[in-house]
């Protein structure tokens, strides 16, 4: 696992525990093959994971960037790819 997808599965548990995010966030395992909606995120669950990681890496993310189809590993992988190398 690398430092990136580290980084971004730790500030989900911070905003989950600070009562941010819905679902099962707080407390079970993120899995990499479990989509949002299996997670059970709402819209506005995904829209305060959205401003967390524009927060975390200071770049734009637009609202129709994830669905809730996604898996927390394709969002890592999509969010380090519009970050860039680093």
Do not use: K, W
């Not at 911070?14 to 899995?31: K, S």
């Not at 189809?69 to 380090?80: H, K, L, R, S, Y």
Request: net charge negative.
């Amino acid at each position: 696992m690398n430092d990136f997808f580290v980084t971004v599965v730790v500030r989900i548990r911070e905003d989950a525990a600070a009562g941010l995010l819905l679902g099962c966030l707080q407390t079970d395992p993120i899995e990499s093959s479990v989509t949002l909606a299996e997670l059970g995120v709402d819209s506005l669950s995904r829209m305060a994971l959205l401003t967390a990681l524009m927060h975390l890496t200071d770049q734009y993310t637009p609202d129709t960037a994830f669905t809730e189809g996604q898996t927390p590993c394709a969002i890592v992988e999509q969010v380090a790819a519009m970050v860039g190398p680093g």
